[in-house]
């Protein structure tokens, strides 16, 4: 399908663990963004990628990495899963240009 | 610090009447602004924007204003229809295709 996916769309894992959100967009966007959305504070940039191999921090950073080896591919790692990043994860892209990024549905994470 | 707020946590509409959501920044470096639509359990949508040149823009029902001397924006929906019910976030760009979110309205439009 063509669009922006995100896998997987519900996760609940323990403290402690590794696991890693995947972001697929099939327009060959150069920008990709991975969200979180929080209660009163909307949605938080997390990290940002312009293009394949270039990554950069957003106003959330830790205890997230992230890569891009494909234009297509943006996951999310959380190195260490901690409850308080217990949160609904966004992806989003763009091709540049314009400022109107387009979203995939959502992980809802859950940090037990 | 919160670069972009939006005040009001929620706003309540009657079907057919005007809906108006309001959105404050801080720093005047951002030059483009967006309205997006979230409902539940599904990403944020598109819904408008405006140029720092510009002080309006009208897309169908939707109209934002923008008040650069204020750093305020608004986004007016005529009429205000069932399916507007929604969480609507305005959110700020300065460069470099990042953007910076207000904290979401929630809109309630009742029949």
């Known amino acids: 399908d063509a669009g922006i996916t995100q896998s997987p769309r519900y996760k609940i894992t323990e403290t402690g663990r590794q696991v890693t959100l995947m972001c697929h967009q099939t327009?060959?966007?150069?920008?990709m963004f991975w969200y979180r959305q929080d209660l009163g504070h909307g949605l938080r940039l997390i990290y940002y990628?312009?293009?394949?191999?270039?990554?950069d921090k957003g106003e959330v950073p830790d205890g997230y990495v992230v890569s891009r080896s494909k234009t297509e591919n943006f996951p999310l790692t959380l190195e260490s899963a901690t409850r308080s990043q217990t949160s609904v994860y966004f992806c989003?892209?763009?091709?540049?240009?314009?400022?109107?990024?387009?979203f995939g549905p959502g992980t809802r994470l859950t940090v037990t | 610090d919160q670069q972009v707020k939006q005040n009001s946590p929620s706003l309540s509409v009657q079907e057919g009447r005007i809906s108006i959501l309001n959105c404050d920044y801080t720093?005047?470096?951002?030059?483009?602004f967006l309205w997006y639509k979230k409902y539940p359990a599904e990403g944020p949508t598109f819904l408008i924007s405006?140029?720092?040149?510009?002080d309006k823009n009208e897309d169908g029902r939707f109209t934002v204003f923008l008040n650069k001397s204020a750093k305020h924006l608004s986004l007016h929906i005529v009429p205000s229809q069932p399916g507007d019910s929604a969480v609507y976030f305005c959110?700020?760009?300065?460069?470099?295709?990042?953007?910076?979110f207000g904290q979401g309205t929630r809109l309630t439009i009742n029949p």
């Open positions: 989003a892209s763009v091709q540049g240009g314009s400022g109107e990024q387009y």
């Open positions: 327009w060959s966007h150069s920008y």
């Open positions: 990628s312009a293009a394949a191999d270039i990554t």
């Open positions: 720093n005047s470096m951002f030059d483009y």
């Open positions: 405006i140029s720092s040149i510009k």
């Open positions: 959110a700020a760009s300065g460069g470099a295709q990042k953007l910076v």
